[in-house]
Antibody
Framework: EVQVLESGGGLVQPGGSLRLSCAASGFTFSNYAMSWVRQAPGKGLEWVSVLSNSGDSTYYADSVKGRFTISRDNSKNTLYLQMNSLTVEDSAIYYC??????????????WGQGTLVTVSS | DIVMTQSPDSLAVSLGERATINCKSSQSVLYSSNNKNYLGWYQQKPGQPPKLLIYWASTRESGVPDRFSGSGSGTDFSLTISSLQAEDVAVYYCQQYESLPFTFGPGTKVDIK
């Protein structure tokens, strides 16, 4: 059974940092691109970032570019999102999602339950 | 960036009736090299993560009931629920994955009338 499980969310002050993790199981992790999507409370979905299966190709939404870094450890079946210089606008549930394909140009077929990030003083 | 719009914002349909949600992209998401539309539909129920229903605009994900169908090409797409069930109450999102940054529509809330 495919599972993705996020962790690392919490309360952080503006300007602070947080590292999210996403543990994957039930599929060959190194064969698939992986993504992060966020959802502010009561709002719609916002695509954040995607990483190729090998980890050598990344892309970010303009809203997080230069502040967030996506990475993966295929030996640990884990995806990461390093978030720096956080602002209140970054407060959201962060979902880790498996891409359907090797490439980033694919839909998201499995989603975690999400981890809540709250940026507040 | 490709802007995705959805209509209506919300709709209420009687049980067993048809529900249709529209999605429009600001530029074509049809990739000419493989003739595929890079468009997906997701269902999100309250308190749950999104669930993939449809990919390539019209291919139903495994396990998704056949009352859900997707259609359209280029810039105009639709998701149809042929016979609305109580468990279909949710917000539905379209997403394009043809051009980075990938973008979602604002969502359409479906309720029972």
């Amino acid at each position: 059974e495919v599972q993705v499980l996020e962790s690392g969310g919490g309360l952080v002050q503006p300007g602070g940092s947080l590292r999210l993790s996403c543990a994957a199981s039930g599929f060959t992790f190194s064969n698939y691109a992986m993504s992060w999507v966020r959802q502010a409370p009561g709002k719609g979905l916002e695509w954040v970032s995607v990483l190729s299966n090998s980890g050598d190709s990344t892309y970010y939404a303009d809203s997080v570019k230069g502040r967030f870094t996506i990475s993966r450890d295929n030996s640990k079946n884990t995806l990461y999102l390093q978030m720096n210089s956080l602002t209140v606008e970054d407060s959201a549930i962060y979902y880790c999602a498996k891409n359907r394909g090797v490439t980033r140009y694919s839909s998201l077929d499995y989603w975690g339950q999400g981890t809540l990030v709250t940026v507040s003083s | 960036d490709i802007v995705m719009t959805q209509s209506p914002d919300s709709l209420a349909v009687s049980l067993g009736e048809r529900a249709t949600i529209n999605c429009k992209s600001s530029q074509s998401v049809l990739y000419s090299s493989n003739n595929k539309n890079y468009l997906g539909w997701y269902q999100q129920k309250p308190g749950q993560p999104p669930k993939l229903l449809i990919y390539w605009a019209s291919t139903r994900e495994s396990g998704v009931p056949d009352r859900f169908s997707g259609s359209g090409s280029g810039t105009d797409f639709s998701l149809t629920i042929s016979s609305l069930q109580a468990e279909d109450v949710a917000v539905y999102y379209c997403q394009q994955y043809e051009s980075l940054p990938f973008t979602f529509g604002p969502g359409t809330k479906v309720d029972i009338k």
